[in-house]
C-alpha cells in the first residue's frame, strides 16, 4: 500500500496559478503510475491527468489540457500538478493516486489503488 499526501491547495482568483504536489511513502514510487482526479460538490469524480512511472508519458482530459501540467520527481518520491489560467469551474477537491498495476493512462478512478486525502482548490470570478 501506498501512503499519499496532497498539499498546495487553496483560494486563488480565476486567471491564478497554483501547484499542488503529492508525496508518496514508500521505495517503489519509481515503479507505478500516477494520476490526478478531483470531484466539485454534486458531481462525480473526475480523471484530470496521469503521468507514467518515468515521467515521459502524460495524459490530460480535455477540459485542462493546455492549461495543467503533471510531472513528478522519482527522487522525491513526489508528483505535481501545475495549474495556470484557472477558472472558476475548476473548482474542487483535488486527489492524486497510484496506479500500481493497471495501463498507466487510464482515466478510471477504479484502476487507481491507493488515494490521498484530498487538497481543496477554490478559483473565484
Known amino acids: 500500500q501506498v501512503q499519499l499526501v496532497e498539499s498546495g491547495g487553496g483560494l486563488v482568483q480565476a486567471g491564478g496559478s497554483l501547484r499542488l504536489s503529492c508525496a508518496a511513502s514508500?521505495?517503489?514510487?519509481?515503479?507505478?503510475?500516477m494520476g490526478w482526479f478531483r470531484q466539485a460538490p454534486g458531481k462525480e469524480r473526475e480523471f484530470v491527468a496521469a503521468?507514467?512511472?518515468?515521467?515521459?508519458?502524460?495524459v490530460y482530459a480535455d477540459s485542462v489540457k493546455g492549461r495543467f501540467t503533471i510531472s513528478r520527481d522519482n527522487a522525491k518520491n513526489t508528483v505535481y500538478l501545475q495549474m495556470n489560467s484557472l477558472k472558476p469551474e475548476d473548482t474542487a477537491v483535488y486527489y492524486c493516486?497510484?496506479?500500481?498495476?493497471?495501463?498507466?493512462?487510464?482515466?478510471?478512478?477504479?484502476?487507481?489503488?491507493?488515494w490521498g486525502q484530498g487538497t481543496q482548490v477554490t478559483v473565484s470570478s
Open positions: 503521468i507514467n512511472w518515468s515521467g515521459g508519458n502524460k
Open positions: 514508500g521505495r517503489t514510487f519509481s515503479s507505478y503510475a
Open positions: 493516486a497510484a496506479n500500481r498495476g493497471g495501463p498507466w493512462r487510464s482515466e478510471y478512478s477504479d484502476e487507481y489503488e491507493d
